[in-house]
């Protein structure tokens, strides 16, 4: 037998709707819609609201037991992951972008890992490395191409 939802939505309907038409991300949007099919009575089983959502039914369980417990701003509340500390630290990346912004700089990534271990004593990745000069910071590894050593200058200043 299909489970019928019991919940007491204290907001009115046109409260939803218009927190529906101004919802910041996907997440709130798909939340205050189950709640607005709800209100509107256009749904009145569990497993229906899970189907027209595209969810599973625990998902949709949830849901709802966050916005028994805290109401509306419970169950919109958008919670950051902490993520692991970066390894480069704010004093380190600042001593390597002033280290970058000089006209010698650094020749290759290479060289910038060696540089950041004698810093920190710790061997960073090549990838980490790049990401964090190239993304973070912006900056590019610009190295004039090689030249022969043996190339005749005035044939290459008459060309």
Avoid at 82 to 92: D, E, F, M, V
């Amino acid at each position: 037998m299909p489970r019928q939802l019991n919940l007491e939505i204290s907001e009115s309907l046109e409260y939803l709707e218009k927190s529906l038409r101004y919802a910041r991300s996907a997440q709130q949007k798909e939340r205050l819609q189950a709640l607005w099919w709800l209100k509107s009575g256009q749904v009145t089983q569990h497993q229906q609201l899970a189907e027209r959502l595209g969810r599973n039914p625990s998902t949709i369980t949830r849901w709802l037991q966050q916005y028994r417990k805290g109401g509306l701003s419970a169950l919109l509340e958008v919670k950051q992951a902490t993520g692991r500390p970066a390894k480069i630290t704010s004093a380190l990346l600042a001593k390597l972008a002033a280290k970058l912004a000089q006209p010698e700089g650094f020749k290759s990534y290479t060289a910038i890992q060696q540089w950041l271990e004698s810093e920190t004593g710790h061997r960073f990745n090549h990838k980490t490395v790049h990401k964090t000069v190239r993304y973070r910071l912006g900056a590019k590894l610009k190295v004039p191409r090689p030249r022969n050593a043996k190339r005749d200058e005035p044939a290459v200043e008459q060309f």
